[in-house]
């Protein structure tokens, strides 16, 4: 495996062990990173959010390429701690319960 | 906006709720919380799924009720109707299924002593049957529990002789949802949040809008908020013993870059269905289920009572099924963001019950924003007391 994101979007690669599979993985990541990690992917993705959709677009949720799947998982990932960067500047929920009170049941896929 | 920010509004419209304090006594009390037990969640319909969980003749889940100590098996049969029975072998009462859900091909077989039943609840096995004496098949069947549906939604009632039917229970509510696309959404997360708190409380905490400027920084305008920036609801209307309060989306609303993104990608996300009355419409259904439409998206909140100060929130998230990665991300977007809010929320829950465990306060000091409250607290009051008012009944209680 050479490449892990699709070549348009090489410049993100140092960001694709944000590029994970599962919902809970990520919000994990999100709570376990400094805010000063947070923030950098905050601010390599969100210039580029519109073009990286646009791409994923192309293909359907069901059958993308391995690259296209792992850009997904990191545009998820903005998705995730934006929250953190945007409204609480925490990686945590300010004044929030501890979130591992939250057991997942059932989480979406991907 | 059409939201009226007039104070007092709701009463007026509502009189026969009162204006005084409500009491915490139902909160904390061990015996309150048996008569609740008997008398409301052993009496009225309990939402225990939805159609989609049981996907197939064979399809089963197993839910176990702590509140009424009793283990239900939910099956589609061959037949494909939804059964509900007792997940109990007629046998010597052996628990039947222990599998949260599954798919039973022919025959639910007791580990014990091998009785067999079919997806129908007959029974259709027994073991040695021949060493027994008369005994009957016919009369042996799983033990049935009243079951129904209504906008795919299957509720059980666990009288042996329900007062009323489902759609009697839900009269005024089929017209409000009806039509809405249930079937285009898809279960997305789905949480178990267990807390030290009174059902109630989890469920008082959801059920106003008052405390969204002041707890929630995930939302803080989302609402509309007067000149005093305190917030004000659409609508807030009765069906009998439930509620729906509706809210508009304030148009002046702050929106985060990625919110904005999120908006613009998938712009159906955003959409209010006629059958809303809001942007946001928050349905209690007595006791312990609520339904929350939130433009594309909806939720729906099982409380469960396990003790008078312990509850099992289950937190179930439905979005428009998709293919298009776009969406997918505009869907985690919201999900997140809404999973933050949650816990927001979920903070105060054990602190609150801490304090009312302590005795400090007797009573809730309630205002119009938070007239949903005092109706829900109204109607566990008469189920529990009856109608002849509370005194006696307290009295009597203790």
């Not at chain 1, 994970?20 to 709570?31: A, D, F, I, W, Y």
């Not at chain 1, 998982?73 to 300010?94: C, D, G, K, M, Y």
């Not at chain 2, 007791?110 to 096995?125: E, I, M, P, V």
Request: glycine residues 4%; hydrophobic residues 40%.
């Amino acid at each position: 495996m050479n490449t892990l994101l699709p070549k348009e979007f090489s410049a993100l690669e140092g960001f694709a062990d944000w590029a994970l599979p599962t919902s809970v993985e990520r919000n994990r990541k999100r709570l376990g990173s400094s805010m000063d990690e947070i923030t950098a992917l905050y601010n390599a993705l969100l210039p580029r959010t519109e073009e990286i959709l646009a791409y994923l677009d192309q293909f359907s949720l069901e059958e993308m390429p391995q690259d296209a799947r792992r850009l997904l998982r990191l545009a998820l990932s903005l998705a995730e701690i934006s929250i953190a960067v945007e409204l609480f500047h925490e990686p945590t929920v300010t004044g929030g319960c501890d979130p591992s009170r939250f057991v997942v049941v059932h989480e979406p896929n991907p | 906006m059409k939201t009226v920010m007039a104070n007092r509004r709701w009463i007026k419209d509502n009189l026969d709720l009162g204006t005084g304090p409500v009491p915490t006594d139902t909160c904390t009390s061990p015996e309150l919380f048996e008569l609740e037990r008997d008398r409301i969640f052993r009496r009225v319909w309990l939402n225990v799924g939805r159609e989609e969980d049981l996907p197939e003749p064979g399809s089963y889940i197993v839910r176990d009720l702590a509140i009424a100590k009793t283990s239900v098996l939910l099956v589609r049969g061959k037949d494909s109707k939804i059964r509900a029975f007792y997940n109990v072998c007629r046998h010597r009462g052996n628990r039947l299924v222990n599998d949260e859900k599954g798919f039973c091909r022919s025959r639910f077989v007791c580990r014990f002593h091998n009785w067999s039943y079919d997806t129908q609840g007959a029974l259709k096995w027994i073991s040695d049957e021949s060493n027994f004496y008369d005994i009957d098949k016919s009369i042996l069947g799983l033990k049935p529990i009243a079951a129904d549906v209504w906008e795919g939604f299957i509720f059980i009632n666990l009288s042996p002789h329900p007062a009323e039917t489902l759609a009697q229970y839900m009269a005024g509510m089929v017209q409000q949802i009806h039509g809405y696309p249930f079937d285009q959404q898809r279960l997305m997360s789905r949480y178990r949040v267990e807390e030290r708190a009174n059902w109630k409380v989890i469920l008082d905490a959801q059920n106003e809008v008052y405390h969204l400027p002041f707890l929630h920084i995930t939302y803080p305008d989302f609402c509309p908020l007067n000149e005093e920036k305190f917030s004000r609801i659409l609508n807030f209307k009765r069906f009998g013993r439930h509620t729906v309060y509706s809210v508009e989306c304030n148009p002046d609303h702050t929106m985060t870059p990625v919110e904005s993104v999120a908006i613009r990608v998938n712009p159906r996300g955003g959409e209010v269905h006629p059958s809303m009355i809001g942007w946001f419409d928050f349905y209690t259904v007595f006791p312990n289920f609520c339904m929350l439409f939130l433009a594309g998206t909806y939720l729906t909140y099982r409380i469960w009572p396990i003790e008078v100060d312990r509850s099992v929130w289950e937190i179930s998230l439905y979005q428009p099924a998709t293919s298009k990665p776009s969406e997918r991300f505009a869907q985690e977007y919201g999900r997140c963001r809404l999973r933050d809010l949650l816990q927001e929320d979920a903070s105060n829950h054990e602190a609150i019950q801490a304090s009312l465990n302590s005795g400090a306060l007797t009573h809730f000091q309630l205002q119009d924003e938070e007239i949903q409250i005092r109706h829900f607290h109204k109607e566990v009051r008469r189920h529990i007391f009856g109608e002849q008012g509370d005194a006696r009944a307290i009295a009597a209680a203790k």
